[in-house]
T-cell receptor
């Protein structure tokens, strides 16, 4: 079992729709969770962090965390073509502040 | 968010030579920085954790004598790829933890091509 699992996609959504991305992780002691967006050929960009169970909203993005289920998700509302990218889920484990990255979900927003 | 600057963005070098990549935190002090490598269509692979004033911690399978890491100040870490070979060609990316060790921000990345 991979430490962090994401559906590789591509997740194709029409412009204006909601994109829903899922992530499961195996390290039960993870306390911090991050979503990064990576455009092709570029480095990752932090878009959301979440530390407590429940929802956290920031603009068009909502992160959801359920530690009991070891599950974290990201919703992108009113998807735009500029949201087309790979989204990386990254829990932080207990030791060394290291982030463990999932393989990423590629999102394609079609006009 | 915090700003991390990585230089150079692209470098082409001859096989057998060494290349140094710099990673700077511009508006915060970073006790801890990380170095990643990413091959096309793959996810980021952590190479090592760089701690200011101490030796880097390398991930399993990463040769510490080939990938030299120096973190001499709270705002600068360097990665030197020694005796580079074509198989070292990749996208190298650094990230730095903010002062409170909460969020990690990435540099722009360095695309290394060894010919």
């Amino acid at each position: 079992q991979k430490e962090v699992e994401q559906n590789s996609g591509p997740l194709s959504v029409p412009e204006g729709a909601i994109a829903s991305l899922n992530c499961t992780y195996s390290d039960r002691v993870s306390q911090s969770f991050f979503w990064y967006r990576q455009y092709s050929g570029k480095s990752p960009e932090l878009i959301m962090s979440i530390y407590s169970n429940g929802d956290k909203e920031d603009g068009r993005f909502t992160a959801q965390l359920n530690k009991a289920s070891q599950y974290v998700s990201l919703l992108i509302r009113d998807s735009q073509p500029s949201d087309s990218a790979t989204y990386l889920c990254a829990p932080r484990g207990a030791a060394g502040n290291k982030l463990t990255f999932g393989g990423g979900t590629r999102v394609l927003v079609k006009p | 968010g915090a700003v991390v600057s990585q230089h150079p963005s692209r470098v082409i070098c001859k096989s057998g030579t060494s290349v140094k990549i710099e990673c700077r935190s511009l508006d915060f002090q970073a006790t801890t920085m990380f170095w990643y490598r990413q091959f096309p269509k793959q996810s980021l692979m952590l190479m090592a954790t760089s701690n200011e004033g101490s030796k880097a911690t390398y991930e399993q399978g990463v040769e510490k004598d080939k990938f030299l890491i120096n973190h001499a100040s709270l705002t600068l870490s360097t990665l030197t790829v020694t005796s580079a070979h074509p198989e070292d060609s990749s996208f190298y990316i650094c990230s730095a933890l903010t002062d409170r060790n909460t969020e990690a921000f990435f540099g722009q990345g360095t695309r290394l091509t060894v010919v």
